[in-house]
């Protein structure tokens, strides 16, 4: 099944979004930071078969507004309602990758009625870690842009289909493969996330909650642990030899997941 454009526009910044249709239950799919709609498309179409499935393009990313002036937590979180709303997706099921997965955890905390169930994929409430944006900016500036092409640039970003996912979000102009967002923009998006810890939204969750885990160390164990012990409802489960991207290197593992998580919920 093929996906079709969808555009959601809120307080003047517009989303873009990949809407995969489907019946039955609603699902949106939030990439991580500097990331891409894209980069779900694997599990996304497979989820189509049975489900509605809608992957976002987040304020900064991808086609959607490249600056916008708002890239606080709220505002993401805003833009997640607003997609549910403008698509009429009824109590959808949120999932979301590492700092997608954060918007997700924080969406279904402060809308539990909107939010039918949510997964959590290498993502948590995390804690302080002034370091964060600093490291951030680094890599990026690393990055050595322009790429020459789209398999330069899958190769530097990881190879197989982790580069390939990366490389994927390019968009090629100005003599060559550039990435679809500001570097300034990315950085002031972790701003809130290198201040404090987001404990307690995390359990004013009350949906059915997935938490998957890479052998990545993005999540500490102890987090890990802590989010079980504060919420011990949650299931959890860990994925062997993947890293922080493992909805790109394992998209047959999650949607296992997925399905067996959804066919649960009530």
């Known amino acids: 099944m093929a996906w079709s ?3 959601v526009v809120r307080d003047g910044v517009r ?21 891409h709609a894209g980069e779900w498309d694997v599990l996304a179409g497979r989820l189509s078969s049975g489900y509605r499935v809608v992957a976002v393009d987040q304020r900064g990313h991808g086609t959607s507004e ?19 709303d403008q698509l009429a997706l009824q109590r959808p099921v949120l999932v979301g990758q590492s700092l997608g997965g954060h918007t997700a955890m924080l969406t279904a905390a402060a809308r539990p009625g909107l939010v039918h169930g949510l997964v959590l994929v290498e993502a948590g409430p995390g804690g302080a870690n002034p370091n964060s944006a600093v490291d951030l900016g680094g890599w990026l500036d690393s990055w050595p842009t ?6 330069a640039a899958a190769a530097y970003l990881g190879g197989g289909p982790v ?23 990315m950085v002031r998006s972790l701003a809130e996330n290198a201040q404090r810890s987001f404990w307690h939204e995390w359990g004013q969750v009350a949906c059915p909650t997935l938490v998957v885990l890479a ?12 989010m079980l012990r504060r919420r011990p409802a949650t299931t959890a489960m860990s994925v062997p ?3 922080h991207d493992l909805h790109l290197e394992q998209p047959e593992i999650l949607h296992t ?5 959804l066919e649960g919920l009530a």
């Open 215 to 226: 052998q990545s160390s993005f999540i500490p164990a102890q987090e890990a642990d802590e």
């Open 163 to 185: 580069g390939a996912g990366w490389a994927a979000g390019l968009e090629e102009r100005e003599g060559g493969w550039w990435p679809r967002f500001d570097r300034d923009v």
């Open 66 to 84: 490249r600056d916008p002036r708002d890239v606080s937590r709220a505002a993401y979180v805003a833009d997640a309602v607003a997609v549910v």
């Open 257 to 261: 997941a997925l399905l067996g998580f």
């Open 241 to 243: 030899g993947t890293g």
């Open 146 to 151: 322009p790429f020459r092409s789209r398999e």
């Open 5 to 7: 454009e969808r555009v």
């Open 15 to 35: 989303l873009v979004c990949r809407d995969w249709g489907g019946p039955g239950q609603s699902i949106v799919l939030l990439h991580g930071l500097a990331g």
